[in-house]
């Protein structure tokens, strides 16, 4: 599989991202050689910039994104990835406020990004908790993270479920977790410190508009991960992942794979 890294400037070292985190990462999704949810992306990408009060250029239109990856990604051939975006503020040294922006972005290849692209063991994480506040639900550096990737690696886990201070659920390292028990999906709130997510968003969407469960946004105890049937975890970054394994507990994941069939054959149907 081929590694495709664009940048629209020159990366310097000395860059804001690369200092201070001063950035914002997003992903764009292509499926059988097109891009699919490119409006969910692109207003979540502009919602994101406004939190980190980015300068958003007027060139940054959806029409300029899907121009750009046409050529830089999907004539390449490539036919099923996750484009990862990330924009961050220039060391142009004007103040913060009016400091110009500038991207660059990396393909990774996948096979069909609405389907489960493997099974994951997980575990719960007590030494650190991450936030629950109007940056907490994009996508942007957190050290909460690194530290837990780490103690992922160390215990030989693929992720990690992440509370908040109140000792809720939020998320995991990389995605959203969603827990079906009978026919309800609970997923964390948002105001829990759960990710926006244009991936998961667009198939909750879809399962709650075709009545295949009920979805109920609730604060969760970790505890709950152990009464679940089934746990999908659902990453922008990553893709979808079903939850084999918390702790001495096995999970299967016939409802959600069914879930998986009927959404990605609406996609398939012509427009």
Not at 104 to 121: A, S
Not at 142 to 148: L, Q, T, V
Not at 167 to 183: E, T, V, Y
């Amino acid at each position: 599989m081929q590694k495709i890294i664009y940048t629209l400037d020159h990366l310097q070292l000395l860059n804001r991202s690369f200092l201070y985190g001063d950035a914002v990462w997003v992903s764009f999704f292509i499926r059988n050689g097109q891009i699919i949810m490119g409006e969910e992306s692109y207003f979540f990408l502009m919602a994101s910039m406004r939190k980190m009060r980015l300068t958003i250029p007027l060139t940054y239109t959806l029409e300029f994104f899907q121009a750009l990856f046409q050529n830089e990604v999907l004539s390449k051939g490539i036919q099923n990835a996750i484009i990862q975006l990330m924009v961050y503020r220039k060391q142009d040294g004007k103040p913060l406020p009016r400091s110009e922006t500038s991207f660059f972005f990396e393909v990774d290849e996948k096979q069909d990004i609405l389907k489960i692209q493997g099974n994951i063991e997980l575990d719960l994480i007590k030494e650190i908790n991450v936030n629950a506040n109007l940056l907490s639900n994009i996508r942007v550096h957190s050290p909460e993270n690194i530290f837990a990737q780490i103690y992922a690696e160390e215990n030989d886990l693929d992720d990690v479920i992440l509370l908040n201070p109140n000792k809720k659920i939020a998320r995991s390292i990389f995605g959203n977790l969603l827990f079906l028990q009978g026919n309800v999906v609970k997923i964390p709130k948002q105001t829990d410190g759960a990710y926006i997510s244009p991936l998961m968003e667009n198939f909750v969407t879809f399962v709650h508009k075709n009545k295949l469960a009920e979805i109920e946004e609730a604060e969760i105890i970790a505890f709950e991960s152990q009464k679940a049937d089934e746990i999908l975890r659902i990453s922008d970054e990553k893709g979808i992942h079903s939850v084999s394994k918390i702790r001495n507990k096995t999970f299967e994941n016939t409802g959600f794979s069914e879930m998986l069939v009927r959404w990605r054959q609406a996609f398939d149907l012509p427009v």
